[in-house]
């Protein structure tokens, strides 16, 4: 038996804190994650970088590569300090995909693309997710190691 931490449904629990961030908005721009397994204090870091991206796609990004991540169902918390991506799941991606992925005032939705994979995954993954938002630069300890790897990956002029 190892000493991994299980949820009351006998899933394995992680933390995933995510962040992204661009210099300019669009401009060149970088996403990270930071997955722990408080059971056993293990973790994983990546990043990413794009050249030409939005703060709201990095966002995303480093949301949908931490759940890449992921070899097996887990009980996942995630922390983000992107009011758009935790609204985005627990709010408003109900009824984009009832409008056939328009807004309310039916214009298409926003990084419709990312979107897309991010529900797709969830979706069809049998995680049991919970979403937290955190203020960024507040000295939360995920969040803030999250950025620092996202500004690291995001490409200098």
Same mark, same amino acid.
């Given at each position: 038996?190892?000493? @991994?931490?299980?949820?009351?449904? $006998?899933?394995?629990?992680?933390?995933? %804190?995510?962040?992204?961030? !661009?210099?300019?908005?669009?401009?060149?721009?970088?996403? /990270? %994650?930071?997955?722990?397994?408080?059971?056993? $204090?293990?973790?994983?870091?990546?990043?990413?970088?794009?050249?030409?991206?939005?703060?709201?796609?990095?966002?995303?990004?480093?949301?949908? @590569?931490?759940?890449? /991540?992921?070899?097996?169902? !887990? @009980?996942?918390?995630?922390?983000? #300090?992107?009011?758009?991506? *935790?609204? $985005?799941?627990?709010?408003?991606?109900?009824?984009?995909? *009832?409008?056939?992925?328009?807004?309310? #005032?039916?214009?298409?939705?926003?990084? @419709? =693309?990312?979107?897309?994979?991010?529900?797709?995954?969830?979706?069809?993954?049998?995680? #049991?997710?919970?979403?937290?938002?955190?203020?960024?630069?507040? $000295? =939360?300890?995920?969040?803030?190691?999250? #950025? /620092?790897?996202?500004?690291?990956?995001?490409?200098?002029?």
């Amino acid at each position: 038996m190892t000493a @991994e931490q299980l949820s009351h449904d $006998g899933l394995p629990e992680v933390q995933l %804190f995510t962040d992204g961030g !661009c210099s300019g908005n669009p401009g060149p721009g970088g996403w /990270a %994650f930071i997955l722990r397994h408080p059971g056993t $204090g293990k973790e994983m870091e990546k990043s990413g970088a794009e050249d030409n991206t939005t703060n709201n796609r990095m966002e995303l990004m480093a949301v949908i @590569e931490g759940l890449k /991540a992921l070899k097996r169902t !887990c @009980e996942i918390a995630i922390y983000t #300090d992107s009011v758009y991506v *935790q609204k $985005g799941m627990t709010e408003w991606i109900h009824a984009w995909r *009832q409008r056939g992925w328009r807004t309310s #005032d039916k214009k298409p939705v926003k990084n @419709e =693309d990312l979107w897309r994979i991010l529900d797709d995954k969830l979706s069809h993954s049998g995680h #049991d997710i919970h979403w937290h938002w955190v203020k960024g630069h507040s $000295g =939360d300890w995920g969040n803030e190691q999250a #950025d /620092a790897l996202a500004n690291q990956g995001v490409p200098r002029g």
